[in-house]
């Protein structure tokens, strides 16, 4: 494991990457130059030392130079003690609709985009809870099982889109029955499930099902994205919208916050459902309801030490500066005398 303290430095990379574009700038405009004063071959001749190799490794050895300087700056950490730490927490798994009609834009930025913000807004709110998260559309498919790796959260969420699932539709059913495994503990006695969603449900089966998980001791909580006025569904091309869905009589498809269709899912599974317009009310509710949920303890594993590792990029650093310095731009006698690349014809 290893954490970076300082990545804001990364940014200095685009130093090494203008140092090349001048250095090729520069060595095309000694060439050109060149050639208005004399032939390349009589110039050859008169400064018989001068060596193009040189002068790229010369390049190279100072871009690596500064490229390890900036990876000092970062300052890598590498975790050397695994410790089990014992937490209390709820487990708590997202089910998040990636269908397209989760792209409709009448909730900014849209209803997907504001799905992932109330994710990661109540994720940063739990302490010591275990989080996974499912995505679904026509079919579910699990994107992260069970941990307290809150950053791994957050990154699975910011990958999700609406084209990761091949099928489209909405199908909370296999959404409910997909999270029912991801509860690896028995013992656990309050067992969350937070769906975010439009409430489009395309397979009518979701109250049967969310009847069966609450049997299993599962709470299930609904959030509603979206508007009950609806918006129409764009079709992008560079993020730019090109079109609206249309339906078989190429009339514009609009769809509408499902909020009935939550609302007794949620009822059913002996939870709330939640509007999720207003995004600090939708944290400070799931944080309340889960706050008064009694916590199992559980074990989990985390690096305690974390050891910094920037001397040694910067010891790599001036080693390659030093050998910049100690290289010359002109050819080395004794590689002059091997003639490796046939310089000397």
Same mark, same amino acid.
């Given at each position: 494991?290893?954490?970076?303290?300082?990545?804001?430095?990364?940014?200095?990379?685009?130093?090494?990457?203008?140092?090349?574009?001048?250095?090729?700038?520069?060595?095309?405009?000694?060439?050109?130059?060149?050639?208005?004063?004399?032939?390349?071959?009589?110039?050859?001749?008169?400064?018989?030392?001068?060596?193009?190799?040189?002068?790229?490794?010369?390049?190279?050895?100072?871009?690596?130079?500064?490229?390890?300087?900036?990876?000092?700056?970062?300052?890598?950490?590498?975790?050397?003690?695994?410790?089990?730490?014992?937490?209390? %927490?709820?487990? +708590?798994?997202? $089910? #998040?609709?990636? @269908?397209? =009609?989760?792209?409709?834009?009448?909730?900014?930025?849209? &209803?997907?985009?504001?799905?992932?913000?109330?994710?990661?807004?109540?994720?940063?709110?739990?302490?010591?809870?275990?989080?996974?998260?499912?995505?679904?559309?026509?079919?579910?498919?699990?994107?992260?099982?069970?941990?307290?790796?809150?950053?791994?959260?957050?990154?699975?969420?910011?990958?999700?889109?609406?084209?990761?699932?091949?099928?489209? %539709?909405?199908? +909370?059913?296999? $959404? #409910?029955?997909? @999270?029912? =495994?991801?509860?690896?503990?028995?013992?656990?006695?309050? &067992?969350?499930?937070?769906?975010?969603?439009?409430?489009?449900?395309?397979?009518?089966?979701?109250?049967?099902?969310?009847?069966?998980?609450?049997?299993?001791?599962?709470?299930?909580?609904?959030?509603?994205?979206?508007?009950?006025?609806?918006?129409?569904?764009?079709?992008?091309?560079?993020?730019?919208?090109?079109?609206?869905?249309?339906?078989?009589?190429?009339?514009?498809?609009?769809?509408?916050?499902?909020?009935?269709?939550?609302?007794?899912?949620?009822?059913?599974?002996?939870?709330?459902?939640?509007?999720?317009?207003?995004?600090?009310?939708?944290?400070?509710?799931?944080?309340?309801?889960?706050?008064?949920?009694?916590?199992?303890?559980?074990?989990?594993?985390?690096?305690?030490?974390?050891?910094?590792?920037?001397?040694?990029?910067?010891?790599?650093?001036?080693?390659?500066?030093?050998?910049?310095?100690?290289?010359?731009?002109?050819?080395?006698?004794?590689?002059?005398?091997?003639?490796?690349?046939?310089?000397?014809?």
């Amino acid at each position: 494991m290893f954490q970076l303290e300082d990545d804001i430095w990364f940014w200095l990379l685009f130093v090494p990457l203008g140092m090349l574009l001048l250095f090729l700038w520069t060595q095309l405009w000694k060439k050109r130059t060149k050639r208005k004063f004399s032939d390349l071959k009589l110039l050859k001749r008169l400064s018989p030392d001068q060596s193009l190799f040189k002068s790229v490794l010369k390049f190279i050895t100072l871009s690596l130079g500064f490229i390890c300087l900036i990876i000092a700056l970062v300052n890598p950490k590498i975790g050397t003690s695994l410790q089990t730490v014992k937490r209390e %927490g709820v487990d +708590i798994v997202f $089910a #998040i609709d990636v @269908s397209k =009609s989760m792209l409709a834009e009448d909730i900014a930025p849209s &209803r997907l985009e504001k799905a992932k913000q109330l994710t990661t807004q109540i994720i940063n709110n739990l302490v010591s809870d275990r989080v996974g998260i499912i995505a679904y559309a026509a079919k579910a498919v699990p994107q992260l099982p069970i941990t307290t790796d809150y950053s791994a959260a957050k990154m699975f969420l910011q990958n999700m889109n609406t084209d990761m699932l091949s099928s489209q %539709g909405t199908a +909370i059913d296999e $959404a #409910i029955q997909l @999270s029912r =495994s991801y509860y690896n503990d028995e013992e656990q006695t309050n &067992r969350v499930l937070v769906i975010i969603s439009d409430g489009e449900d395309h397979n009518n089966l979701s109250l049967d099902v969310a009847e069966a998980a609450a049997k299993e001791g599962i709470k299930i909580f609904t959030i509603g994205v979206g508007t009950e006025k609806g918006g129409p569904i764009p079709i992008k091309r560079n993020g730019i919208v090109i079109s609206y869905k249309k339906d078989q009589n190429n009339a514009t498809v609009i769809t509408k916050l499902n909020k009935k269709t939550l609302s007794k899912i949620a009822s059913e599974a002996n939870g709330t459902y939640v509007d999720g317009k207003n995004t600090s009310d939708v944290v400070e509710t799931i944080g309340d309801i889960l706050n008064k949920m009694d916590k199992k303890e559980f074990e989990a594993k985390e690096f305690a030490e974390f050891k910094d590792q920037f001397q040694w990029f910067l010891g790599l650093g001036l080693f390659f500066l030093i050998l910049d310095v100690l290289f010359l731009e002109r050819k080395t006698a004794w590689l002059k005398r091997l003639n490796l690349f046939n310089e000397n014809l």
